[in-house]
């Protein structure tokens, strides 16, 4: 029917959702008034999560987004890290790695933000209410709000898009370095390469949850621009 989708992304995002919902459901098994390890760890990343929602909506607001953070960073997270210790590429293609190194995933997620604040921002407002955000305290600065709502767009996609592509772009120059030499000039590349690549990794890892981080506090403050009215 004309559509054409990309492997690597459909199998990433499959894969995560795989790995989000078994590490979730393993986390939350037999819930207890006195916490043990598991039930400690979620209650501290949702307490993470809805302290990032408070933050940007610290009115009632905030209450009916803290499930969609939590969900949100999660997913992002999880995408953020696949490529770094997996890659494959067959015959040219490529075929599974971070769905956040594609430009395509990340301006959608950053659209779905954008459609969410306009349809809350009706919610909480009313269409007047949400219309008069854009003309407020000036009609003249209708223009201005709206080239507000698309570089808030293009910087919450691209931010998230060029950190994990980088990442994983470095990752496998480093890789090809590591086996690129002979005899005992490879050896010691390969050694080498391997030490980097594994720094890399490490602190490729930090990168991805910070990005995380910044892209739900981004989109919690981006919500809360339209949901809550001076």
């Known amino acids: 029917m004309g559509l054409r ?6 199998l ?13 459901y393993w986390l939350a ?36 987004f803290g499930l969609f953070a939590f969900t949100l960073f999660l997913f992002v997270f999880v995408n953020n890290q696949l490529g770094l210790f997996f890659q494959l ?27 969410i604040s306009h349809f809350f921002g009706v919610v909480f407002n009313g269409f007047k209410g949400y219309m008069k955000e854009y003309i407020s ?14 570089t808030n767009f ?16 470095l990752l496998l120059l480093i890789r090809e370095l ?15 390469g391997f030490a980097i690549e594994v720094i890399w990794q490490g602190f490729s890892v930090f990168i991805g949850t910070i990005q995380a981080y910044i892209f739900v506090t981004l989109s919690s403050v981006y919500i809360s621009e339209k949901v809550i009215s001076d």
Not at 12 to 24: E, M
């Open 5 to 10: 989708f990309n492997p690597a992304n459909d």
């Open 29 to 64: 098994r037999k819930p207890s008034i006195r916490p043990n390890g598991r039930q400690n760890a979620l209650e501290y990343l949702i307490d993470f999560t809805n302290g990032i929602v408070k933050s940007a909506m610290p009115g009632k607001e905030g209450k009916r």
């Open 137 to 150: 305290p000036v009609s003249f600065l209708l223009p201005i709000n709206l080239i507000e709502n698309i």
């Open 89 to 115: 590429d067959i015959g040219g293609k490529t075929w599974f790695r971070s769905a956040t190194a594609d430009p395509i995933i990340t301006m959608s997620l950053a659209m779905m933000i954008l459609l």
């Open 154 to 169: 293009v910087t919450l996609a691209l931010r998230l898009y060029g950190n994990i592509y980088a990442g994983e772009v």
């Open 178 to 192: 590591a086996f690129s030499g002979h005899g005992l000039l490879g050896g010691v590349s390969f050694i080498g």
């Open 12 to 24: 990433a995002i499959l894969v995560s959702c795989v790995i989000i919902f078994f590490l979730v």
